[in-house]
C-alpha cells in the first residue's frame, strides 16, 4: 500500500503555469502507474495524464494534450504534471493516483486528498 500527497496547486491568471508535484510513500518498492485526474464541481472525476511505471509511455486527455507534461522521478518517488496555458475550464481539484498498470479513466487503487487549482483573472 502506498499513500499518495498533491502539492503545488493554486490560483494562477488565465494563460499562466503550475507545476502540480505528488510525493509517494510507503510501499513505493512496487511498479505502479501513476496518473492525475481532476474533477470540477458539479463534474465527475475525469482522466487528465497518466505515466508507465518506466516513464516511457504517458497519456493525455484531449484538453491536456500539448499543454500538459507529465513525468516521474522514481528515485524521489515523484510524479510531476506541468501545465502550461491554463484556461478556466481547467478549474477543478486535481488528484494523484496510483495502480497497476496505466488506465485511461479513473480505475486506480490509491489516491491522494487533491490539490485545488484555480485559473481566474
Known amino acids: 500500500q502506498i499513500q499518495l500527497n498533491e502539492s503545488g496547486g493554486g490560483l494562477v491568471q488565465p494563460g499562466g503555469s503550475l507545476r502540480l508535484a505528488c510525493a509517494a510513500s510507503g510501499h513505493t518498492s512496487k511498479t505502479y502507474a501513476m496518473a492525475w485526474c481532476r474533477q470540477a464541481p458539479g463534474k465527475d472525476r475525469e482522466f487528465v495524464s497518466g505515466?508507465?511505471?518506466?516513464?516511457?509511455?504517458?497519456f493525455y486527455s484531449t484538453s491536456a494534450k500539448g499543454r500538459f507534461t507529465i513525468t516521474r522521478e522514481n528515485a524521489k518517488n515523484i510524479v510531476y504534471l506541468e501545465m502550461n496555458n491554463l484556461q478556466p475550464e481547467d478549474t477543478a481539484v486535481y488528484y494523484c493516483?496510483?495502480?497497476?498498470?496505466?488506465?485511461?479513466?479513473?480505475?486506480?487503487?490509491?489516491w491522494g486528498p487533491g490539490t485545488q487549482v484555480t485559473v481566474s483573472s
Open positions: 505515466i508507465s511505471w518506466s516513464g516511457g509511455t504517458t
Open positions: 493516483a496510483a495502480g497497476a498498470s496505466l488506465d485511461f479513466g479513473t480505475n486506480y487503487d490509491y
